[in-house]
Each structure stands twice: as C-alpha cells, then as structure tokens.
C-alpha cells in the first residue's frame, strides 16, 4: 500500500518562498507520476503540478506557471514543490498524489493521496 506524507506548509508573507515535500513509501516510487493538488475554503481541489516517473516532463497549472516547480528525487523516494512569489490567493491545502502511467490534471484518476499540509500566504 502506497503512503505519501507531506511537509512544509506553513504561514508567509506575500511574495515569500516555500518548498514543500512528499515522501512515498511502500511500492516502487519510480513507477508512479506524482502530482500536486490544493483545496481552498469552499473550492474544489485543483491540480497545481505534475511531473513523470523520470522526471523529464513536467506540467504546471496557468496560476502557478513561473511561480512554482515541481521536481522528484527518486533515489530519496520523494517529491517537492518549490513555491516562490506566493500570492494570498495560493492559500490553500497542498496535497499530493500518486498515479500509474503518466500524470494528469484530473484529481480522480490519481490512486493515492497524502493528508495534506497548509499554506497560508498572508498580505
């Protein structure tokens, strides 16, 4: 059974940095393409980032383009979102999620999620 757990989240001024990280434990963390989702108050769960077993190709949400990137470390079984000039409209749970096959922007063809950590951009 696939565990992902986040880390990282945590409150920052507008324009302030953040990375946040997914460890995966309990199958091949090569197999999977990992994706990151937030939720905020009263909004649906949207995708954020995306990035292949190899890390080779990535995908980023319009919102965040620029802003945010999204990279693995396979050797430490681990994904990061690297999050800079954060905006209070990026206030939000980060999730991240693991799937089989290639990544993709829709949150219910991914397999496994992790419980979530908070980022709070204040102004």
């Known amino acids: 059974?696939?565990?992902l757990v986040e880390s990282g989240g945590g409150l920052v001024q507008?324009?302030?940095?953040l990375r946040l990280s997914c460890a995966f434990s309990g199958r091949a963390f090569s197999s999977?393409?990992?994706g990151w989702f937030r939720q905020?108050?009263?909004k649906e769960r949207e995708f954020v980032a995306g990035i292949i077993w190899s890390g080779d190709r990535?995908?980023?949400a319009d919102s965040v383009k620029g802003r945010f990137t999204i990279s693995r470390?396979?050797?430490?079984n681990t994904v990061?979102?690297?999050m800079i000039s954060l905006k209070p409209e990026d206030t939000a749970v980060y999730y991240c999620a693991a799937r089989q096959?290639?990544?993709?922007?829709r949150y219910a063809e991914y397999e496994y999620w992790g419980q979530g950590t908070q980022v709070t951009v204040s102004t």
């Open 58 to 60: 990535t995908s980023y």
């Open 1 to 3: 059974q696939v565990q």
């Open 101 to 105: 096959g290639i990544t993709t922007t």
């Open 40 to 42: 905020a108050p009263e």
């Open 73 to 76: 470390d396979n050797a430490k």
């Open 32 to 34: 999977y393409a990992m």
């Open 80 to 82: 990061y979102l690297q």
């Open 14 to 17: 507008a324009g302030g940095s």
